[in-house]
């Protein structure tokens, strides 16, 4: 069975004892897909799981090092008359068998899956040499520091995931629903739209749903990674995931367990291994091919030198060959890369970014254009008013008006109007209200003929407006009454408040900005010229934001599109990072999307693209510190400079700072 997880490198046996798969059975270099028994494979429903090493695991290294220990001392040290020929011998087989034999029976057993250049026959041959030779400490030492080395990977490999694993924890296993006048306790995955659930101060909320208490305010940090208050009013949606910080609230279920937004996030977090990187695909293909040449090279240099030195011995060069066959178990990179792959999705995790591949932290690094939609992405899609003028009329009466005529309709800026105008509406009717397509409404207040819409609307009537009009830039709303021109009401979007900060630091990375838009023109200009944008393009449909990536693409551009609409959802398909506003985006955005930013803030694109160029940064350090060390202690080896003893502690000292050096991602602060 193929797990989807690339760092699950350990299994376990059903005595609790870890077990390291070979090469090949780590990664497939075909798939780039890591194996697992069948017996231990986890459902895809239970992927992200930390694999805690159970203590009897220690028990084996422990009782080997103690022993060898103790037999360096006696042989170098104290030097006791008995421990000489067959009881040397014995003493250090037994301190071989607890770390050795396991190693040797996943020898076997990858020989028989067909694995046969493997790590575990690489340690057997070294080690079983070592003895054959007489050098029984230094056997005994391979194993031992070989197992510590493992049991280090695996604590390493745990931690890495804990960040995100953390995430999985956040779905309450109960919740309280209203039923029949009481409250009972069931299952999260048992509760219906529209039902009524009750969460307590202190408790998480299991389902999405609309407040249906006056008010409550909430901590957000697992879905947005930030944990300052978010205070909700009545109606205001709230989300799986949200803690309830304060009163006892109602919420109404919108959406099943299934379908709410979190238990959507963590779908992406555990498929998120499945798409590996190029540099995890490569290496993986590279120990395929590795492995088999190491093992020739180590029977070349025990053998070959017979035909050409004069005073050749057997041991010395078989000594060299094992040096050589232990140095060269490529360890540190098998299990460091994907790891600091891992630890780069659990730092973008913590910060509110879900990536769903690794492959998309590599993307990041070569993005040198970003392209965004404005409303929803760089403006908060809340439209307000802003300026109201009048002619003939208080601004009063003329927004109290305005507000009648518009409570007829559902748009946007209909309700901008309307929410300004608050309880001046109340009780009063519009009648004999039309809509004029592409125009605007018309109708009676109190005898009254209001007509409400754009400058299209007046002319359609012939009614004179002044000139200046024609020169606001914000979207406006002009009213006539009886025939008259009577002002006007503009109405805008807010920028979001980390939007320039975003832009300019996309500029202080070399990055190109871009901004899409079906707003008109000259709002999108004026938007454009606050935030410092390169380039930005107006009165786009769907399919006309699509031609202007294509044609970015063309320009040999590598880019990504920020977007949060249903709209902007074949724009994130084609780009080459589709990035998504997770907070109020669609889903069909969310879906598409190789990103998604859970909390709607442009800023947390830049850390998207620093995270990514973070993680690859520290991929290369390993790869070089790995191949840098193993090049030049092969050749010593080979040279007979190195002994078994430099051998393992390079191998193992090289995995343990490589390890340390990817799981430094996961304390990393991203500003």
Known sequence: MINKDPNHVHT????????????????DASTGEPYLNNETAHPKKEAIVIESAPWKEYIPATISFVLLLTGILFEQVFKPAFFEGYIKLIWYLVAYVPVGLPVMIDAVKSIAKGAFFSEFLLMTIATGGAFFIGEYSEGVAVMVFYSVGELFQSLAV??????IKALLDVRPDTVNVLREGELKTVSPSEVQIDEIIQVKSGEKVALDGKLVSESASFNTAALTGESKPDTKGKGDTV????????????????????????????????????RKAPTQLFISKFAKVYTPIVVFLAIAICLLPYLFVSDYQFKEWLYRSLVFLVISCPCALVISIPLGYFGGIGLASRNGI??????????????????????????KGVFKVQEIVTEGITEKELVRLTAIIESKSTHPIATAVVDYAGGAIKGVEAEKVKEISGHGLRGKIGGKDVMAGNLKLLKKFDIDYPA??????????????????????????????????AITEMHSLGIKTVMLSGDKQSVVDKVAKKLGIDDAFGDLLPENKVDKVQALKYQNRILAFVGDGVNDAPVIALADAGIAMGGLGSDATIET?????????????????????????????????AMGVKVIVLVLGAGGIATLWEAVFADVGVALLAILNAVRIQRMRIQ
Not at 12 to 27: P, V
Not at 264 to 272: F, H, R, S, T, W
Not at 477 to 500: H, L, P, Q, R
């Open 468 to 501: 200046e009009i024609e020169k606001v830039v914000d979207t406006i709303v002009v009213v006539a009454i009886d025939g008259k021109y009577a002002g006007y009401i503009t109405i805008a979007d807010e920028i979001k408040k980390d939007a320039k900060q």
């Open 354 to 379: 879900l990536f769903k591949g690794s492959n998309y932290l590599d993307v990041m690094t070569k993005i040198n254009t970003v392209v965004m939609d404005k409303t929803g992405t760089l403006t």
């Open 158 to 163: 745990a931690r890495a995931k804990r960040s």
């Open 593 to 625: 999307a190789d990103i998604v930013i859970q909390n709607d803030e442009p800023s947390k694109i830049v850390r998207a693209i620093k995270i990514g160029r973070i993680t690859k940064k520290i991929v290369w350090q390993n790869i070089i510190l």
């Open 12 to 27: 376990y046996d059903a005595q609790g004892r870890m077990t390291c798969c070979s090469l090949e059975e780590k990664i």
């Open 239 to 274: 989300l799986a995931g949200m803690i309830n910080l304060h009163s006892v609230s109602d919420i109404q279920v919108t959406a099943l367990f299934k379908d709410s937004k979190l238990s959507k996030i963590l779908e992406m977090v555990q498929d998120a291994t499945s």
